[in-house]
Nanobody, 121 residues
Framework: EVQLVESGGGLVQPGGSLRLSCAAS????????MSWVRQAPGKGLEWVSG????????NYGEAMKGRFTISTDNAKNTLYLQMNSLKSEDTAVYYC??????????????WGKGTLVTVSS
């Protein structure tokens, strides 16, 4: 059974940093691309970042470029999202998602339950 469990969310002041983690199990982690997707209160889903097989391709949503960094640790079956220079508009539930293939562009088939990030003073 595929399981994705996010952690690391919380309350942070504007300009602060957080690192989100996503522990994966039930599949061969290193064989699949992964993504982060977020949903702000009252809004739709927004793709945050994706990382393809072996980190060959990495990309970010425009609002995240230069501030967020996605990475993986295949030995720990874990996906990370380092978020710096956080803004109030980054407040959202952050989900990790497994891709259908080794390329994040190919869509997602499994999602975690999310972790809440609140950016507020």
């Amino acid at each position: 059974e595929v399981q994705l469990v996010e952690s690391g969310g919380g309350l942070v002041q504007p300009g602060g940093s957080l690192r989100l983690s996503c522990a994966a199990s039930g599949f061969t982690f290193e064989d699949y691309a992964m993504s982060w997707v977020r949903q702000a209160p009252g809004k739709g889903l927004e793709w945050v970042s994706g990382i393809s097989l072996s980190g060959i391709s990495i990309n970010y949503g425009e609002a995240m470029k230069g501030r967020f960094t996605i990475s993986t640790d295949n030995a720990k079956n874990t996906l990370y999202l380092q978020m710096n220079s956080l803004k109030s508009e980054d407040t959202a539930v952050y989900y990790c998602a497994k891709s259908l293939s080794g390329w994040y562009q190919d869509g997602m088939d499994y999602w975690g339950k999310g972790t809440l990030v609140t950016v507020s003073s």
